[in-house]
Every structure is written in structure tokens, then in C-alpha cells.
């Protein structure tokens, strides 16, 4: 709309002059051939801005998310415990850590102290599932007289990407998930289990590189896996895949 009006306004007096001296006429030319080089750059700058901010979820910029914890991949240092009380973080982690939608360096995991040792007066903790700095898929929660260990509830749900994670049954739907012998199956999203070959799920961060089943094995822990889908898939099929990092918000 600027860029708009500052050419019609120098086109009006470019018509003004047309008859009259030219050497005027070439130096409003000049003036509107520089103010259009100006205008361009000052548009590049804002659409490249503007670029980057929506790199972020929709969801985070509408609402006042305060970002709680994030999870790196392939670190060998366990996102459960990290998440619980900081466990293999330290002191100063990279700013890359503390945010989402940038490509920046993030060897480690976050965890803001400050709102995870202070759980109260929040309404909404969303989990926030991202791939290629993008975010894939969330889930929000009621988090009104929650805790930070069990709002990760069914019964807590308020919305979700995946669009039967309320409607179908979950057989595991925690933070602490299943953790026993050789399995680590933290922050697990999953509807059910009958065999290694037929099971189920949403999300899940597993701990470990060892587990119990072929579809958890890894090289390094801990591995983010989520249905691609919009609703449940078979941790064996196609439709999983790795996530880049996952994030926790409050509000």
C-alpha cells in the first residue's frame, strides 16, 4: 500500500511537469527510481522476516506459549530423565536449544528451570512435534491442576493433529511410559500392544538404544518416532518416522 501511494504521488507530479522544464522531470525520474530500489529492499527485508517468524507453529504464535522443555535426538543422554530434573544438562546449553524453527547448533536438551520447578497457574501444556525445523503434529492438554509429571493424560486432551487420539484406546499414554528391564518407551503416545509386529501409536521418545522391539532399536538414544498419519500408525510401517526434536509449552 506505501509502495502504492509513493508512486502515485510521484506520477501526479511527474504529469504536473511534464511540459515544463526538463530538467525537473529527470530529477523526479531520478527521485522515483531510487525511492522504488529503496521500497524493493525494505520489502525483501520484511518478507524475509516474515519468512522466518512463520517457520514457527501457528499454534505457538497464537497463543502466549512460554517454551518448557525441548528434546534433542541422538545425544546418549536420556530426555526422560533431563526433562524430569535436568539430568545430563548443563549449566549453559546452546541458544539453539531454546527455541524452535531455526537451523541453529543443539547438542544437548532444554529444560527451563525456572517453570518446571514453579508448575503452577498454566491452562494449557502442549507437546509440539517437529520435523525439518516444521511443526508436524501437537497435542494440547488441559493443564489446570496439573502436574508437570501427569498432564500428560488422555483425559487432560483438549486438541490434536492426530485426529483419533481421543477416540481410540491407549494402553500406555504417559511421560514415565514403559520403562522396565531393557525398555525405555518415554513420553509414549500409544493405543495398543499385542505383539512386537502389531502395535500401535501416536509419539514416542525412546531411551534407549537396546528396547525389546526391532522397530526401537537404535545407534543413539534417545530416537523421536511419530505416526506421519493423522491418526495412529504401526510403529513397523512406513507411516513413522524420526522426529528432529519435540518441545513442551505452557501457557
Avoid at 20 to 30: C, F, I, K, P, R
Amino acid at each position: 500500500m506505501m509502495k502504492s501511494l509513493l508512486l502515485l504521488g510521484l506520477c501526479m507530479a511527474l504529469l504536473d511537469v511534464a511540459a515544463g522544464d526538463s530538467e525537473e522531470l529527470q530529477a523526479l525520474v531520478d527521485e522515483l527510481n531510487t525511492i522504488k530500489t529503496s521500497v524493493n529492499k525494505l520489502l525483501e527485508k520484511i518478507n524475509s522476516s516474515m519468512s522466518s517468524c512463520c517457520k514457527c507453529s501457528g499454534s505457538i504464535v497464537e497463543k502466549d506459549w512460554k517454551l518448557a522443555f525441548r528434546g534433542t535426538p541422538g545425544i546418549k543422554k536420556s530426555v526422560f530423565r533431563a526433562y524430569q530434573d535436568g539430568a545430563g544438562i548443563p549449566d549453559d546449553v546452546e541458544e539453539g536449544c531454546k527455541q524452535v524453527g531455526q537451523p541453529l547448533p543443539c547438542a544437548n536438551h532444554y529444560r527451563n528451570n525456572e517453570i518446571m520447578d514453579n508448575w503452577s497457574g498454566f491452562s494449557e501444556v502442549a507437546l509440539f512435534v517437529y520435523k525439518n525445523n516444521m511443526e508436524v503434529h501437537h497435542v494440547t492438554f488441559d493443564a489446570i491442576d496439573s502436574t508437570f509429571m501427569n498432564w500428560l493424560n488422555k483425559s487432560r486432551i483438549k486438541d490434536s493433529t492426530w485426529t483419533d487420539i481421543t477416540s481410540e484406546p491407549a494402553n500406555v499414554f504417559s511421560l514415565y511410559g514403559q520403562q522396565k528391564l531393557n525398555l525405555r518407551r518415554t513420553f509414549f503416545l500409544n493405543s495398543n500392544f499385542l505383539s512386537c509386529g502389531d502395535t500401535t501409536g501416536w509419539f514416542v521418545a525412546i531411551d534407549n538404544e537396546r528396547g525389546g522391539c526391532s522397530w526401537e532399536k537404535n545407534t543413539a538414544f534417545p530416537v523421536f518416532k511419530y505416526s506421519t498419519a493423522n491418526t495412529k500408525m504401526n510403529w513397523n510401517s512406513s507411516g513413522i518416522d524420526t522426529a528432529d526434536y519435540f518441545a513442551i509449552y505452557v501457557h
